[in-house]
């Protein structure tokens, strides 16, 4: 079963999609996983791999909710206004709606994020340790920081923000917000906090996000974390074997932490 759901965040309606396994009720009470999608993508993800994700969870007893961040999808506000902090902001607000359901078991929920929206579920699971069961990732953007620091997002300069105010990117305004947020954020001091499993899925061939920063996260948390390698897949993993690896590997994961 499907259904439409809203949460606020301050002055902003956040919205999105929940996947109901048919036997979740008061009195069987189901996990959950949130979806926290990735850069100028909506609630389905690029390829529609989080509503495949979200619907094969469903079918093993998980409930899933893939939501738009603010500026993206359904969801109030403008892309302007976006930043990986202003997304943590909307990912904590959808947890807290999480634990509202009566067929929601509270003590079993995940997050799962790809690319820009892996590490922005690194940074909720860092501020709500004790509300995340498992943290389940693809190709995180924990590299945006350091492109950043370095001068250039998206392979952009950064002096196009002292120019105009804002990056044209493709066509949408990005803010010099995101780029102020980015550079005071520190996922690896900050990950210090969350203790539990974290799976993280990439491909050898991203030329987006490196995959060494899967392989230090790994290095960073080996107590905690597992890396699973898809030789020769690029960042969105397009192609069918690709997509089929990073469904299997998170599915499995997810299973395993939640089930």
Not at 73 to 99: K, P, R, W
Not at 123 to 148: G, H, N, Q, T, V
Not at 180 to 188: G, I, Q
Not at 198 to 205: D, E, F, M, S
Request: hydrophobic content about 40%; charged content about 25%.
């Amino acid at each position: 079963m499907q259904q439409y759901m809203e949460c606020k965040r301050g002055s902003y309606t956040i919205r999105g999609t929940v996947y109901i396994p048919e036997e979740a009720s008061a009195d069987y009470r189901v996990p959950m996983t949130i979806f926290c999608h990735g850069f100028t993508a909506d609630r389905n993800e690029t390829l529609f791999i989080h509503r495949r994700l979200a619907m094969l969870l469903c079918e093993a007893g998980i409930a899933a909710l893939c939501f738009d961040f603010m500026g993206s999808g359904e969801s109030d506000g403008t892309f302007e206004e976006m930043s990986v902090l202003t997304e943590t902001a909307d990912a904590l607000a959808v947890l807290q709606y999480a634990g509202t359901p009566d067929y929601v078991d509270p003590d079993r929920i995940a997050l799962h994020g790809m690319s820009q929206g892996g590490l922005v579920a690194c940074l909720a699971a860092a501020r709500e340790p004790e509300k995340i069961r498992a943290l389940s990732l693809w190709a995180p953007a924990l590299s945006i920081p350091d492109m950043c620091r370095e001068g250039y997002l998206l392979r952009i300069s950064l002096d196009k923000i002292e120019e105009n105010g804002y990056i044209d990117y493709q066509g949408v305004k990005l803010g010099s917000v995101y780029v102020r947020h980015a550079l005071k954020t520190n996922v690896w001091e900050e990950l210090k906090s969350y203790a539990g499993p974290i799976q993280t899925v990439h491909g050898t061939a991203d030329e987006t996000i490196p995959y060494e920063y899967s392989v230090k996260l790994r290095d960073c948390f080996p107590e905690q974390c597992v890396l699973k390698t898809v030789e020769g897949a690029d960042h969105d993993f397009e192609t069918i074997p690709y997509n089929r690896q990073r469904l299997e590997h998170a599915a499995a994961f997810l299973k395993e932490q939640l089930l």
